[in-house]
Protein backbone atom coordinates (compact mmCIF):
# COMPACT_ATOMS: atom_id res chain seq x y z
CA UNK A 1 0.00 0.00 0.00
CA UNK A 2 1.24 3.35 -0.99
CA UNK A 3 -0.17 6.85 -0.30
CA UNK A 4 0.36 9.65 -2.79
CA UNK A 5 -1.28 12.98 -3.69
CA UNK A 6 -4.29 13.44 -5.64
CA UNK A 7 -5.15 15.70 -8.17
CA UNK A 8 -7.28 17.84 -5.50
CA UNK A 9 -4.10 17.52 -2.83
CA UNK A 10 -5.91 15.88 -0.78
CA UNK A 11 -4.37 11.69 0.32
CA UNK A 12 -4.91 8.81 -2.48
CA UNK A 13 -5.09 5.53 -0.93
CA UNK A 14 -3.79 2.30 -3.54
CA UNK A 15 -3.30 -1.48 -3.11
CA UNK A 16 -0.74 -3.01 -5.38
CA UNK A 17 -3.64 -6.01 -5.82
CA UNK A 18 -1.79 -8.30 -8.53
CA UNK A 19 0.47 -10.92 -6.83
CA UNK A 20 -1.46 -9.88 -2.59
CA UNK A 21 -4.64 -11.11 -3.37
CA UNK A 22 -5.40 -13.64 -0.44
CA UNK A 23 -6.00 -16.81 -0.76
CA UNK A 24 -9.29 -17.15 0.35
CA UNK A 25 -12.71 -14.87 -0.55
CA UNK A 26 -14.13 -12.58 2.15
CA UNK A 27 -16.69 -14.42 4.30
CA UNK A 28 -19.95 -12.68 3.79
CA UNK A 29 -21.72 -13.58 7.48
CA UNK A 30 -24.69 -12.91 9.47
CA UNK A 31 -24.04 -10.43 12.13
CA UNK A 32 -24.25 -12.19 14.84
CA UNK A 33 -21.33 -14.03 13.88
CA UNK A 34 -19.25 -11.26 13.52
CA UNK A 35 -18.13 -11.16 16.94
CA UNK A 36 -16.42 -14.80 16.44
CA UNK A 37 -14.12 -13.63 13.73
CA UNK A 38 -12.46 -10.98 15.01
CA UNK A 39 -9.41 -9.53 16.64
CA UNK A 40 -9.69 -8.28 19.92
CA UNK A 41 -8.85 -4.80 19.10
CA UNK A 42 -9.37 -5.19 15.79
CA UNK A 43 -11.87 -1.78 14.32
CA UNK A 44 -15.07 -2.33 12.01
CA UNK A 45 -16.26 -0.08 9.23
CA UNK A 46 -19.45 1.08 8.04
CA UNK A 47 -20.13 1.56 4.45
CA UNK A 48 -22.95 3.44 2.90
CA UNK A 49 -22.98 2.70 -0.50
CA UNK A 50 -24.25 4.90 -2.94
CA UNK A 51 -24.46 5.78 -6.45
CA UNK A 52 -22.48 8.61 -6.82
CA UNK A 53 -20.56 8.41 -3.02
CA UNK A 54 -19.75 5.92 -0.53
CA UNK A 55 -19.75 6.99 2.74
CA UNK A 56 -17.44 5.49 5.57
CA UNK A 57 -17.19 5.55 8.84
CA UNK A 58 -14.87 3.90 11.25
CA UNK A 59 -15.55 1.83 15.09
CA UNK A 60 -12.84 2.60 17.93
CA UNK A 61 -11.10 -0.62 19.20
CA UNK A 62 -13.46 -1.60 21.64
CA UNK A 63 -15.85 -1.65 18.91
CA UNK A 64 -18.58 0.88 21.04
CA UNK A 65 -18.66 3.94 19.42
CA UNK A 66 -18.72 4.72 15.67
CA UNK A 67 -17.38 8.00 14.34
CA UNK A 68 -18.25 9.15 10.59
CA UNK A 69 -14.27 8.30 8.73
CA UNK A 70 -14.76 10.09 5.04
CA UNK A 71 -16.47 10.33 1.89
CA UNK A 72 -15.62 8.75 -1.11
CA UNK A 73 -16.56 9.98 -5.01
CA UNK A 74 -17.82 6.92 -6.96
CA UNK A 75 -15.97 6.25 -10.12
CA UNK A 76 -15.22 2.72 -11.76
CA UNK A 77 -15.59 -0.73 -8.95
CA UNK A 78 -12.21 -1.95 -8.96
CA UNK A 79 -10.69 1.66 -7.83
CA UNK A 80 -13.50 2.15 -5.33
CA UNK A 81 -13.08 -0.86 -3.95
CA UNK A 82 -8.91 -0.82 -3.89
CA UNK A 83 -9.91 2.44 -1.64
CA UNK A 84 -11.96 0.83 0.22
CA UNK A 85 -9.88 -2.22 1.02
CA UNK A 86 -6.38 0.72 1.68
CA UNK A 87 -8.22 2.52 4.36
CA UNK A 88 -9.17 -0.62 5.97
CA UNK A 89 -6.14 -1.48 5.72
CA UNK A 90 -4.51 1.73 6.95
CA UNK A 91 -7.25 1.52 9.93
CA UNK A 92 -6.53 -2.35 11.16
CA UNK A 93 -10.11 -3.36 10.61
CA UNK A 94 -11.53 -6.38 10.68
CA UNK A 95 -14.23 -6.34 8.76
CA UNK A 96 -16.84 -4.24 6.90
CA UNK A 97 -20.85 -3.72 7.55
CA UNK A 98 -22.25 -2.86 4.89
CA UNK A 99 -26.13 -0.99 4.68
CA UNK A 100 -28.36 -2.87 2.76
CA UNK A 101 -31.08 -0.61 1.73
CA UNK A 102 -33.98 -2.97 1.63
CA UNK A 103 -37.65 -1.41 1.12
CA UNK A 104 -40.48 0.11 3.48
CA UNK A 105 -41.88 -3.97 3.55
CA UNK A 106 -38.16 -6.00 3.98
CA UNK A 107 -38.17 -6.71 -0.20
CA UNK A 108 -35.05 -6.17 -1.84
CA UNK A 109 -35.50 -3.22 -4.95
CA UNK A 110 -32.51 -3.15 -7.29
CA UNK A 111 -30.65 -0.64 -4.90
CA UNK A 112 -30.08 -3.73 -2.83
CA UNK A 113 -28.88 -5.79 -5.58
CA UNK A 114 -26.66 -3.11 -6.40
CA UNK A 115 -25.41 -3.64 -3.17
CA UNK A 116 -25.59 -7.02 -2.95
CA UNK A 117 -23.40 -6.89 -6.54
CA UNK A 118 -20.61 -4.78 -5.07
CA UNK A 119 -19.72 -7.01 -2.17
CA UNK A 120 -20.09 -10.09 -4.17
CA UNK A 121 -17.99 -8.64 -6.67
CA UNK A 122 -15.57 -7.06 -3.38
CA UNK A 123 -15.22 -11.04 -1.74
CA UNK A 124 -12.67 -12.47 -4.20
CA UNK A 125 -10.30 -8.92 -3.19
CA UNK A 126 -10.07 -9.32 0.65
CA UNK A 127 -9.91 -11.67 3.79
CA UNK A 128 -12.26 -9.38 5.80
CA UNK A 129 -15.01 -10.51 6.88
CA UNK A 130 -18.16 -8.67 5.16
CA UNK A 131 -21.77 -8.77 6.97
CA UNK A 132 -24.91 -6.93 6.11
CA UNK A 133 -26.92 -4.22 7.99
CA UNK A 134 -30.18 -2.98 6.98
CA UNK A 135 -29.99 0.79 6.49
CA UNK A 136 -33.76 1.67 6.19
CA UNK A 137 -33.80 5.51 6.53
CA UNK A 138 -30.47 5.84 7.33
CA UNK A 139 -30.08 8.86 5.38
CA UNK A 140 -33.07 10.39 5.96
CA UNK A 141 -32.53 10.20 9.95
CA UNK A 142 -29.10 11.92 9.70
CA UNK A 143 -30.49 14.66 6.82
CA UNK A 144 -33.23 15.36 9.68
CA UNK A 145 -30.95 15.79 12.48
CA UNK A 146 -28.73 18.30 10.12
CA UNK A 147 -31.65 20.43 9.17
CA UNK A 148 -32.28 20.22 12.88
CA UNK A 149 -28.95 21.26 13.67
CA UNK A 150 -29.28 24.17 11.19
CA UNK A 151 -27.08 23.01 8.60
CA UNK A 152 -26.96 24.55 5.48
CA UNK A 153 -27.71 22.61 2.13
CA UNK A 154 -24.28 22.91 0.88
CA UNK A 155 -22.64 21.48 4.09
CA UNK A 156 -25.19 18.88 4.74
CA UNK A 157 -24.20 17.15 1.24
CA UNK A 158 -20.44 17.02 2.67
CA UNK A 159 -21.45 15.31 5.72
CA UNK A 160 -24.55 12.88 5.15
CA UNK A 161 -23.00 10.21 3.71
CA UNK A 162 -20.40 9.81 6.19
CA UNK A 163 -22.70 10.48 8.90
CA UNK A 164 -25.26 8.44 7.18
CA UNK A 165 -22.22 5.20 7.87
CA UNK A 166 -21.56 5.83 11.19
CA UNK A 167 -25.73 6.05 11.84
CA UNK A 168 -25.25 2.23 9.73
CA UNK A 169 -22.15 0.83 11.80
CA UNK A 170 -23.60 2.24 15.43
CA UNK A 171 -26.75 0.58 15.00
CA UNK A 172 -24.47 -2.99 14.02
CA UNK A 173 -22.64 -2.04 17.10
CA UNK A 174 -25.19 -1.68 19.16
CA UNK A 175 -27.32 -4.60 18.06
CA UNK A 176 -23.97 -6.54 18.87
CA UNK A 177 -23.90 -5.17 21.96
CA UNK A 178 -20.88 -3.12 22.22
CA UNK A 179 -22.76 0.27 21.98
Given at each position: ???????????????????????MPAAIV???????????????????????????????????IASPLE?????????????????????????????????????????????????????????????????????????????????????????????????????????????
Open positions: MFTSKGRCGKPCYSVRTSSKLPKDLEALPRLLAANARLIGVDLGTKTIGLALSDTRRTTLKRTKFRPDAERLLAIAKLHDVGALVIGLPRNMDGSEGPRAQSTRAFVKNLAPMTALAIAFWDERLSTAAVTRTLIEADTSRQRRAVLVDKMAAAYILQGALDRLGYG
